[in-house]
């Protein structure tokens, strides 16, 4: 084997060392936190070597040196990974307004759900859809826009963390209302 080839396997075992040494494995769900670490741009070997290849013993002195560019392992953080936006609770309730009333007098939901609400107005008079916390709709859950004619729009907003049975309504129009029921 050229000596040539003989540092080039060298340098591609020092490289895979140093490569596994940098690997952890963790549990699963945890992150784990190492403040930013910088590798120096230059590794250089000048030891002696001993390398042994088909029986025959052979000493490789290097002394070229190797440079690789200067590189930053990122810090990373240690606990709980946070709830993604896919993992969060996600509803969809379907309301259409026609001949000035809602078609369900009851909405469902989780409490501290992500709640989708598709509002359809089949109506040519505008409505909307206002969710309030008592019957007497002096807080406000959330407030839909209106909708100017027939049309369809989304709201999305999280259910209270709290369940029990809220209230909805159009505040144009205040004899259509439901119970917005959170469980």
Known sequence: MESRTVLILLLCFVSAAVLVTGCTSETPGTVTTSPATTVPPQVSTQAPTTIMTTGTQSTIRVTETLTLPETSIPTTITGTPAVSPTD???EKVVIKAKNFAFDKPRITVSAGAQVTVEFENEDSAPHNVVFYTTPSLTTTIYK?????????????????ATPGTYFFRCDLHPAMKGEFVVT
Request: net charge positive; no cysteine; glycine share 16%.
């Open 88 to 90: 969060m609770r996600n």
């Open 144 to 160: 839909g826009k209106i909708i100017d004619g027939p049309g369809t729009i989304t709201y999305v907003f999280p259910a209270p």
